[in-house]
């Protein structure tokens, strides 16, 4: 299984960026999909996940700035984030779950670097 993560780079603080993840070689159904993030020194925390029927779930630390979304027909997920802040700085990850016939499996992206400048 490959997620393939793009979208990050360097914004000053107010800006945006999209990030975008495409999930690809499962064999098993695809469920949940998300962004975790790894500020320097700190542990990785959860962004924002969505799962195939639309639930979705943020962070109280992006609520109203960040949106996520995804494409169910090519397995891809997105990250909008707006109105970034200099503590939104981090490796930003995208997560997939998929459901085999017996437990879930997860898998990870490479992590894109977001760099907000004040």
């Known amino acids: 299984v490959q997620l393939q993560a793009s979208g990050g780079g360097l914004v000053q603080a107010g800006g945006s960026l999209r990030l975008s993840c495409a999930a690809s070689?499962?064999?098993?159904?695809?469920?949940?999909m998300g962004w975790y993030r790894q500020p320097p020194g700190k542990q990785r925390e959860l962004v924002a996940n969505?799962?195939?029927?639309?639930?979705?779930n943020y962070a109280d630390s992006v609520k109203g700035r960040f949106t996520i979304s995804r494409d169910n027909a090519n397995d891809t997920v997105y990250l909008q984030m707006n109105s970034l802040k200099p503590e939104d700085t981090a490796v930003y990850y995208c997560?997939?779950?998929?459901?085999?016939?017996?437990?879930?499996?997860?898998?990870w992206g490479q992590g894109t670097q977001v760099t907000v400048s004040s």
């Open positions: 070689g499962s064999i098993f159904r695809l469920n949940a």
């Open positions: 997560n997939a779950d998929f459901f085999g016939p017996l437990r879930k499996y997860t898998y």
């Open positions: 969505i799962t195939t029927g639309g639930s979705i």
